[in-house]
């Protein structure tokens, strides 16, 4: 029998009740998966999930990836990736700790672990707008390698490790917020540079006339070129800002470790970009808020701290990390299917 015109096929409408829409993700959904685990967790671990320690722990750990979510978010807005940013963090370590024990002052040797960080982003951003090479992956793939032989070769292959307090308050000590009250909380200064790097981002990407363009691009490339968006200086502007903020998660993990080791930031780049797609941002472009980010970082946090009190093997935690990257742009293609027949 033929179908008639204009009535919808059995396809689309099995991807019309598939893919969520976009206001119910965007407003309760990430809410309620992160509420939803948190009770499970709870659950399963009531001795251990909801204690102060706990929660300081998972706020802790979960900035250095939140930094490298924030930055990859930039870069995916405009439809690419960047594969280097664990690698980048790596390297930012190193600088930083290299620095110090050369007895750099605190301030100048996190200075040059961020611009270590900031110089691998501008190279990705050149060489995808200045040697035109077909696409992202190439580009940060390689800087992914050079990063990390760079590591290598300035560490020597071992840890560098004995860094001053002024260097591990970044991200290994707390601040106490109400210590007046009944309820003093003690609050991860790492965390509080987190919440405020994204407040900032989220001005510069929702406020500024160039954020919008960022937006743009990612949306459609041609569109924005024809509105006299300047392309290359954009993409060249968030990959140097993911490298940049590869920087800030190098220092602060240096910090919580107290040590700059060759292999920090190895597979980061996996537990990055599946914070930025479980936080709603989109593979394609154009789509995505820093909130939903944040909220992803927060999701991936909870995960991982979930199975290590679970005592789950990290090698099983790897292919569940695969698993979700798949699901997560699974939805997405289906998202996209979805607004495109509502168009």
Do not use: C
């Not at 059995?10 to 959904?29: E, N, Q, Y």
């Not at 909220?295 to 789950?312: K, P, Q, S, T």
């Not at 798949?326 to 939805?331: K, R």
């Amino acid at each position: 029998m033929m179908q008639l015109e204009g009535a919808p096929s059995a396809k689309a409408a099995i991807v019309r009740r598939l893919a969520p829409s976009h206001a119910a993700v965007g407003r309760f959904g990430l809410i309620l998966v992160m509420a939803l685990m948190m009770a499970i967790l709870t659950i399963l671990q009531p001795a251990y999930f909801l204690t102060r320690e706990n929660l300081t722990n998972i706020a802790r750990q979960i900035s250095s990836n939140a930094i490298l979510a924030l930055g990859e978010f930039a870069v995916i807005v405009t439809a690419g990736i960047d594969l280097s940013v664990g690698s980048v963090m790596g390297l930012s370590m190193i600088v930083l700790a290299l620095a110090v024990h050369a007895e750099w002052a605190a301030g100048l040797a996190a200075l040059a672990a961020l611009l270590a960080g900031l110089g691998v982003g501008l190279i990705n951003g050149l060489a995808l707008t200045r040697l035109h090479l077909p696409h992202p992956f190439i580009a940060t793939l390689a800087t992914l390698n050079i990063a990390r032989g760079a590591t290598y070769l300035l560490s020597g292959g071992v840890p560098i490790s004995g860094l001053p307090r002024a260097v591990r308050l970044w991200g290994a000590e707390d601040i106490t917020l109400f210590g007046g009250t009944s309820f003093p909380i003690d609050f991860p200064i790492s965390f509080l540079i987190v919440i405020a790097l994204y407040l900032a981002v989220w001005v510069f990407l929702t406020k500024t006339r160039t954020g919008r363009h960022v937006y743009a691009i990612g949306g459609s490339p041609k569109a924005a070129q024809y509105a006299g968006i300047n392309i290359p200086r954009n993409l060249t502007l968030v990959y140097a800002l993911s490298g940049g903020l590869a920087g800030v998660a190098g220092v602060l993990l240096a910090g919580r470790v107290n040590s700059g080791y060759p292999t920090a930031g190895t597979g980061a780049e996996l537990d990055a970009i599946a914070a930025v797609i479980i936080g709603g941002a989109s593979f394609f472009g154009g789509r995505g808020t820093a909130g939903g980010v944040f909220i992803g970082a927060v999701i991936m946090g909870l995960l991982r701290n979930g199975l290590n009190l679970m005592n789950v093997s990290v090698f099983w935690q790897q292919v569940l990390l695969g698993f979700i990257i798949l699901l997560a742009v699974y939805l997405d293609v289906l998202r996209r299917r979805a607004m495109r027949l509502e168009g």
